[in-house]
C-alpha cells in the first residue's frame, strides 16, 4: 500500500504530544539511530484515517513489528488480546518498568500481547536503555504525557 501523505502541521502535533517518545516502547527519538515514523494506531487497511485520534509516535522497530496488526496472543494466558492504543489508553496502566529499567512488562493482557508483538525488549532496546539510564536520560519523563 503507497505510503500517505502526512501533513507536516500534523506530524507536529503528533511529535509533540508524545514528548519525542515512541508510544508503545518509549524509545526517545534524540538517542535513536533512524528517524521515527508516524502510526496508524487503526491501520489504514482495517479503514482507520490520518487523523489525530488515530496517529501516534513511533521507531522503526515497533512500527515495524506492529505493521497492521490491532491484536495478538496474551502470552500468559493465549488468548486473543487487543494491542495497546496509545491514543485511548494509557501507557502506565498497562506497562511497567522492571526494577532496573531495561525492560518493559506487561500489566495487563493488552499490555503482555504488545510487549510480544512489538518486542518491547529487543537485545537493542535493552542495552540502549541501560546506557541512557547510567547517565541519567533514562527512563523519559512520564510528566505532561497526554494520553
Not at 521507531?59 to 502470552?75: E, I
Amino acid at each position: 500500500m503507497p505510503s500517505e501523505h502526512i501533513p507536516v502541521e500534523l506530524r507536529q502535533i503528533v511529535v509533540n504530544r508524545a514528548r519525542g517518545c515512541c508510544e508503545y516502547c518509549r524509545s526517545q527519538s534524540r538517542f535513536a539511530p533512524e528517524p521515527f515514523s508516524i502510526d496508524h494506531v487503526s491501520p489504514r487497511s482495517a479503514g482507520g484515517e490520518t487523523i489525530e485520534s488515530n496517529l501516534a509516535l513511533s521507531c522503526q522497530g515497533c512500527n515495524s513489528y506492529k505493521a497492521v496488526r490491532l491484536g495478538a496472543r496474551d502470552p500468559r494466558t493465549g488468548l486473543p488480546a487487543a494491542l495497546f492504543n496509545p491514543r485511548e489508553q494509557k501507557w502506565g496502566d498497562h506497562f511497567t518498568w522492571e526494577d532496573d529499567y531495561t525492560a518493559i512488562r506487561g500489566l495487563t493482557p493488552e499490555g503482555r500481547a504488545t510487549v510480544e508483538a512489538l518486542r518491547l525488549n529487543r537485545e537493542g532496546l535493552v542495552n540502549l536503555r541501560w546506557a541512557l539510564y547510567q547517565v541519567g536520560e533514562h527512563p523519559p519523563s512520564e510528566a505532561g504525557m497526554v494520553h
